[in-house]
């Protein structure tokens, strides 16, 4: 594998479903261990990027290299050393936490699986849990278990898309907890996607910005803060979104 | 630190035991699911049995043709079921919306499609086994008496079997759930093509050469050659040989022009209809 000193490189990145623009020519890089935020509203491209990120998806033109690997076309070369959480992607409900783990721990050729699960049983809080059926535990339960399958390779690129969507605040408080944690024990590269925008403040040490396809801002979030004259994420995103950016811009 | 990389190309035995193990763990959790195999095959043989009892009991012809209703019937199965636990195994990744979990791990599309010919072979004898030894029981007729004739019969139909579940699997990463039925309709079309419980010389003259196009269509005529002529016909077996070896071959291409396709739209990313 060509070494790379970026984790995720993204050039001219475009994609187009037959006449909708999806994701128009962006570019970013992000270096090992950072923590980056994807924001945007419905529609703005974050899913489509993360997809394409993680070969889910072949672009329209422009490329992605992930590890120094160029996706989708090499993928298999890097897939074992990234992993993905979505709500919007479930673990098979029949089956037990602890199959679910073993299988995809199994796919992804982890070593000493069983001490694996073990110990990411006891970091999600799922020992007790770990003979029920996927299908019958709360929302809650179910987001520790896909993290944890998430992380159950040690991924050195992990893809979340609004890990805690869904969840009430005190458990999505833990989870940001757990991922902080585990960015730092590994210096893992994360990229979020998110809606949340204390999730985002409060994990990431940079923010991307999309809209309708395009990158609208790409900073650190004092930056945009200052930036913008916010005092939170929140009111940068409502600017971004309603297009008081570009009013600012155009008074100044 | 993450696992340890494989090289590129490289297949794992480790993620097809992974994938069947998964499949196990359903298939071991559902009792309705189990039941389902053995069930229709079972209502299948009863009804053409007790049917060729009645016409053998007034018809000569039949009298000496033996058991080819029941062996049709079962011969059937094998096909139809094949394709079915090839499809089902399939498409409850897409139920349990976890195709997009497989997708982005290092599964690779021919290891994916290696636990789901494992699986299908597992699900065909669940529901198999039982039943023939129901037809031993019932109509003293013994499929495992075919000998090898039996082992070239399976072969072929299995491997036709699984080369519509490849198809039907690439058309619905393609299309979506809304592709689903193909997976329980596709095989009918080869029902009434395939000759299964007549000769092809009862097909009008212009629909023998696409019957003969068909693999199954020489095991059933070599399973009607072994039961009334008491000849194994060897040629008509290597024949569906090469036409299977064709066949998986240009659906195992299908399959794989059907995944980039789906990479293209997106179809990966949504599973739902």
Partial sequence: MANSPLAIEVQHLTKVYKTTRAVDGIDFALAPGSITGLLGGNGAGKTTTIAMIMGLVTPTAGSVRVLGADMPRQRYRVLHRMNFESPYVDMPMRLTVRQNLKVFGMIYAVPDLTERIKEIAAQFDLVDLLDRPAGKLSSGQKTRVSLAKALINRPDILLLDEPTASLDPDTADWVRGRLEDYRLDHSATVLLASHNMVEVERLCDRVIIMKRGRIEDDAPPAVLLERYGRHTLEEVFLDVARGRAHLQEAAQ | ?273
């Fill in chain 2, 1 to 273: 630190m993450s696992a340890r990389a494989s090289s590129a190309g490289e297949l794992s035995a480790r993620r097809i035991g992974a994938m069947v193990l998964r499949y196990w763990y359903l298939l071991r959790s559902s009792w309705p699911r189990m039941l389902e195999l053995i069930y229709w095959p079972a209502v299948q043989m009863f009804m053409w049995g007790f049917l060729q009892l009645y016409i053998s009991s007034n018809a000569g012809f039949f009298a000496r043709a033996g058991a080819t209703f029941i062996g049709a019937v079962l011969l059937w199965d094998i096909l139809f079921r094949g394709q079915l636990g090839f499809s089902v195994s399939f498409l409850e990744e897409m139920w349990a919306r976890n195709m997009g979990n497989l997708m982005i791990s290092p599964l690779r599309p021919v290891e994916f499609i290696a636990a789901l010919m494992i699986m299908s072979l597992i699900r065909l004898a669940i529901g198999m086994v039982p039943v023939s030894l129901l037809a031993i029981a019932f109509f003293g007729f013994n499929l495992y008496g075919l000998g090898l004739a039996l082992a070239a019969f399976f072969v072929n139909l299995i491997l036709t079997s699984w080369s519509v579940g490849i198809v039907v699997s690439g058309l619905v990463l393609r299309n979506g759930m809304g592709a689903e039925s193909l997976a329980w309709t596709f095989m009918f079309v080869l029902l009434p093509l395939t000759c299964v419980y007549y000769p092809v010389s009862v097909l009008p003259a212009f629909m023998q050469p696409i019957a003969w196009a068909l693999p199954p269509t020489y095991v059933f005529e070599g399973m009607r050659a072994l039961l009334i002529d008491h000849t194994f016909r060897l040629d008509l077996m290597l024949e569906a040989l090469a036409l299977n070896v064709v066949l998986f071959t240009a659906m195992a291409l299908a399959f794989v022009a059907l995944l980039a396709s789906a990479r293209r739209n997106g179809s990966l990313m949504q599973t739902g209809e």
